[in-house]
């Protein structure tokens, strides 16, 4: 069984920056891609980014694009998402997600789910 553990939420002034944390036990991290998926008060839990087994190629959703950044420190079983000029559309829980391939696209099946990490960033 995967686990996943994330850290770094908070509440933020709008142009703030958060960095995310999530560490995975249970399985090889490295053989993996990861993710995070975020949920705002009132809508559906969405896509926010993805990176692939070994870094090299990563997906955002437009929103964030130029402002997040996902990356992965495969000998600490960590992936991070750096948060830059937040907005107040940002505020949402952020789980961290893990696949069951070594690559992965925005809509690809989550294999697994951390519990989440809330991100308030205020106006």
């Known amino acids: 069984q995967v686990q996943l553990v994330e850290s770094g939420g908070g509440f933020v002034q709008a142009g703030a920056s958060l960095q995310l944390s999530c560490t995975a036990s249970g399985r090889t991290f490295s053989n993996y891609a990861m993710g995070w998926f975020r949920q705002a008060p009132g809508k559906e839990r969405g896509f926010v980014a993805c990176?692939?087994?070994?870094?090299?190629?990563?997906y955002y959703v437009d929103s964030v694009k130029g402002r997040f950044t996902i990356s992965r420190e495969n000998a600490k079983n960590t992936v991070f998402l750096q948060m830059n000029s937040l907005k107040p559309d940002d505020t949402a829980i952020y789980y961290c997600t893990a696949y069951g391939t070594r690559t992965a696209l925005p809509g690809n099946e989550v294999d697994y789910w951390g519990q989440g990490t809330q991100v308030t960033v205020s106006s």
């Open positions: 990176i692939s087994w070994s870094g090299f190629t990563t």
